[in-house]
């Protein structure tokens, strides 16, 4: 299984402490990775199973690491970007189990245009982030352009899936 995670550069991670969970969002490989985003809350576990239940039906994830304060996944090179887009998209997001069910629908194929729109996302608030003065705590994309592109996710969703 080790050498499987040879041929991923995303990786996902909830990790515990006490009351609080986090979804930490990194590219790279395993050994050496980058944060890029990470995700909080009280919805932050309810986020982070449904990614992992979606792409597991896809076989898109390989558990990593498994502990009490600590879950990491792997996941397929393919979706990370999408993943990574939708992180951004939910990190101030009010009707988690709407934007929930969109993500399930849009890896199952119900909307290829979106995933593909994703990566392109993803790779702006990386470009963005370049430029930006503002950095989040030890990762790479910028707190104001993750904000300005969340909300630009939302608009973008909710016009193409309407249409």
């Given at each position: 299984?080790?050498?499987m995670?040879?041929?991923?550069?995303?990786?996902?991670?909830?990790?515990?402490?006490?009351?609080?969970?986090?979804?930490?969002?990194?590219?790279?490989?395993?050994?050496?990775?980058?944060?890029?985003?990470?995700?909080?809350?009280?919805?932050?576990?309810?986020?982070?199973?449904?990614?992992?239940?979606t792409?597991?039906?896809?076989?898109?994830?390989?558990?990593?690491?498994?502990?009490?304060?600590?879950?990491?996944?792997?996941?397929?090179?393919?979706?990370?970007?999408?993943?990574?887009?939708?992180?951004?998209?939910?990190?101030?997001?009010?009707?988690?189990?709407?934007?929930?069910?969109?993500?399930?629908?849009?890896?199952?194929?119900?909307?290829?245009?979106?995933?593909k729109?994703?990566?392109?996302?993803?790779?702006?608030?990386?470009?963005?982030?370049?430029?930006?003065?503002?950095?989040?705590?030890?990762?790479?994309?910028?707190?104001?352009?993750?904000?300005?592109?969340?909300?630009?996710?939302?608009?973008?969703?909710?016009k193409?899936?309407?249409?």
């Amino acid at each position: 299984m080790i050498d499987m995670f040879r041929e991923f550069s995303y990786f996902i991670t909830l990790r515990k402490d006490g009351r609080r969970s986090k979804i930490i969002f990194n590219i790279g490989r395993e050994d050496e990775n980058v944060m890029l985003l990470r995700v909080g809350g009280k919805y932050s576990p309810i986020i982070f199973q449904n990614i992992i239940s979606t792409l597991s039906k896809y076989g898109a994830v390989v558990s990593v690491k498994s502990s009490s304060k600590e879950r990491k996944y792997a996941i397929r090179e393919d979706l990370g970007p999408v993943v990574g887009a939708y992180l951004i998209l939910i990190r101030r997001a009010r009707k988690i189990k709407a934007w929930n069910t969109f993500f399930s629908r849009m890896i199952s194929g119900e909307y290829p245009g979106i995933a593909k729109a994703f990566t392109a996302f993803l790779e702006l608030a990386m470009d963005l982030s370049k430029f930006s003065n503002q950095r989040n705590e030890g990762g790479v994309l910028s707190p104001r352009i993750l904000t300005a592109l969340s909300a630009s996710l939302k608009k973008f969703v909710r016009k193409m899936i309407r249409e």
